[in-house]
């Protein structure tokens, strides 16, 4: 079992920036990915980012508006997401995610943050 828990968000005017981050617990895993998604009053849920682990590889959707990183602490076991320039259309609920492989479903959730970025 892997445990997820979110911290960050809020509200922020646009052209702000936000950074995310999930820290994980139980078990570890060699190769893993971790993610991060969204999902807006309306819409489907939608990848923002993800980082995996052996080997190391990072991706950033270009739905994202501003420039963002994905980023982790191996230490902490804690992955962030940095995001900048937000928009208005970046509002949603952002939730992490981890899958013990480096394709197809995640196996585990956080709990979600809302982001809400004012005009």
């Known amino acids: 079992q892997v445990q997820l828990v979110q911290s960050g968000g ?20 060699t190769t893993y990915t971790m993610g991060w998604f969204r999902q807006a009053p ?13 080997p190391s590889t990072t991706y950033v959707a270009d739905s994202v508006n501003g420039p963002s990183t994905i980023s ?19 509002t949603a609920a ?7 492989r480096l394709n197809g479903q995640y ?8 982001v809400t970025v004012s005009s």
């Open 107 to 114: 196996d585990y959730w956080g709990q979600g943050t809302q």
């Open 72 to 90: 982790r602490d191996d230490a902490k076991r804690t992955v962030y997401l940095q995001m900048n320039n937000l928009e208005p259309e970046d």
């Open 10 to 29: 809020g509200l922020v005017q646009a052209g702000g920036s936000l950074r995310l981050s999930c820290a994980a617990s139980g078990r570890t895993f």
């Open 42 to 54: 309306g819409k489907e849920r939608e990848i923002v980012a993800r980082i995996t682990w052996s």
């Open 94 to 100: 952002y939730y992490c995610a981890f899958r013990t």
